[in-house]
């Protein structure tokens, strides 16, 4: 019988990103000693607490661990997580300016809800092995360049798959003004999303604390 990705690689997610099982526990609510039991859990409501801690994406954790993508996985019903559906038949495909608005309209909507069911504002990338945060910079630089078409909105809906699974194809300098002053270098992320293609995730090195920080997302071949 298949596992799902919870039950098969929750103590080894624990390693990498770096976690002790103590304060994994602390976090959960329960004792250490319970943490074995705790991945055994089918609970759908205990998964989604334990992504949460971990900053892991919830879909990914009940996946099946043979799967490879969980792109494709829509986003949680209102049910599961109180996150509203944004489905892609209400999200405009012209280029009038109202269809613009509505588009920037629903990508500052999901973050808005994204980042009140992920208090940390943050997920963990297996290519970086480090966390990319979420930040004001990240809405409002996608707000304004992935609104310009409904490819790139439609890839922001997938943010958990491209925060986790994106990787490195290239590092340029930061620009010396506007929102880029404050970091150090910019990595060029690419994710591949079945429907969309190729999603460019533009991710800022900060200055001093190294920290990563999602900067901009938008589809390749929006």
């Known amino acids: 019988m298949n596992q799902i990705y919870f039950e098969a690689k929750g103590e080894a997610l624990l390693e990498k990103i770096g976690m002790s099982k103590s304060e994994f526990a602390r976090q959960m609510g329960i004792r250490k000693q319970n943490v074995k039991a705790l991945f055994r859990s089918k609970n ?15 879909e990914m954790l009940i996946g099946f661990v043979e799967e490879p993508d969980i792109c494709s996985i829509p986003i949680a019903a209102p049910s599961e997580t109180g996150v509203e559906v944004i489905s892609e038949e209400i999200i405009p495909k012209g280029d009038s300016p109202e269809e613009i608005i509505w588009r920037r309209t629903i990508i500052s909507r999901f973050y808005r809800e994204w980042k009140e069911q992920n208090p940390l504002q943050r997920r963990y990338n297996m290519f970086l092995k480090e966390y990319i945060n979420i930040r004001f910079v990240s809405i409002t630089e996608t707000c304004t360049h992935a609104s310009r078409a409904y490819l790139s909105t439609l890839a922001i809906l997938q943010l958990d798959a491209i925060l986790t699974g994106a990787k490195t194809v290239n590092t340029v300098p930061a620009k010396k003004n506007g929102n880029q002053k404050g970091f150090e270098k910019m990595l060029i992320m690419h994710y591949r999303c079945p429907g969309i293609g190729t999603v460019k995730m533009t991710v800022g090195v900060k200055r001093r604390t190294h920290e990563k920080i999602q900067y901009c997302i938008t589809a390749l071949e929006a």
């Open 44 to 58: 759908l409501e205990t998964i989604h607490k334990a992504a949460t801690v971990m900053g892991i994406p919830f």
